[in-house]
């Protein structure tokens, strides 16, 4: 059976409810899935920027330091060679190193169900009416945060309203410990390191047909 979750207004007063979802929401919590997919979330986002040079690009003259014979020193081709102190190294790590991952859909998807499970069981979510703000302002989402009395949050917005969102996001960005979203561009670290997650119905409805499918 569906459950009823209370629905609050942007001053955090209950408006009505909200029947959600089962599939979604009554997922078995798979912390290992989970744990797959946050690594794979990571390791995409790496960007290979270790690099050394090797004694083709490494800088100094190609000519030989001294001949060949009769120096009493040992043989020396270049001043490039990785035994020379300043010389190209040996097998370093190379910018040409791709980290990227992949996992099936389906696993990212239940994944995903498994995190929300998760936050519902944990009272982490809270699902807020649709609403608007006048105009790109810091200080009105700071009073809305201020409202639940939260320290770090996430608030998920609808894809479909652009205008109202672009207002929402753009007047979170100043906000170090908050951060506003649309259901298409969330991601299971957000979800799983903030405090509340706030969902919009809307975002709700289109979440919920996301992951149902």
Same mark, same amino acid.
């Given at each position: 059976m569906s459950e009823k979750i209370n629905v609050v207004d942007k001053n955090n007063e209950k408006v009505g409810d909200i029947e959600?979802?089962?599939?979604? %929401?009554? %997922?078995?919590?798979?912390?290992?899935?989970?744990?797959? %997919?946050?690594? *794979?979330?990571?390791?995409?986002?790496? *960007?290979? *920027?270790?690099?050394?040079k090797n004694r083709k690009i490494v800088s100094g003259g190609g000519i030989k330091p001294w001949k060949q014979k009769g120096t009493g020193r040992a043989r020396a081709g270049s001043i490039r060679s990785p035994l020379w102190k300043g010389g190209g190294t040996i097998f370093g790590p190379t910018n040409e190193k791709n980290y990227k991952k992949d996992m099936p859909r389906k696993a990212r998807k239940a994944a995903m169900k498994s995190a929300l499970s998760y936050l519902l069981k944990e009272g982490r979510l809270i699902f807020v009416e649709d609403f608007d703000i006048p105009e790109i302002k810091t200080k009105e989402m700071k009073q809305f945060f201020n409202k639940f009395a939260i320290e770090k949050g996430l608030l998920i917005l609808p894809s479909s309203n652009t205008n109202t969102n672009d207002k929402i996001i753009k007047s979170t960005r100043n906000l170090a410990k908050f951060k506003a979203t649309n259901v298409n561009e969330i991601n299971i670290i957000d979800l799983l390191k903030y405090e509340k997650i706030l969902v919009s119905v809307k975002a709700n409805k289109e979440l919920e047909r996301n992951l149902a499918i």
């Open positions: 959600l979802n089962e599939i979604v %929401y009554s %997922y078995p919590i798979k912390e290992a899935l989970i744990k797959e %997919y946050v690594l *794979l979330t990571l390791a995409n986002k790496r *960007l290979g *920027l270790a690099s050394t």
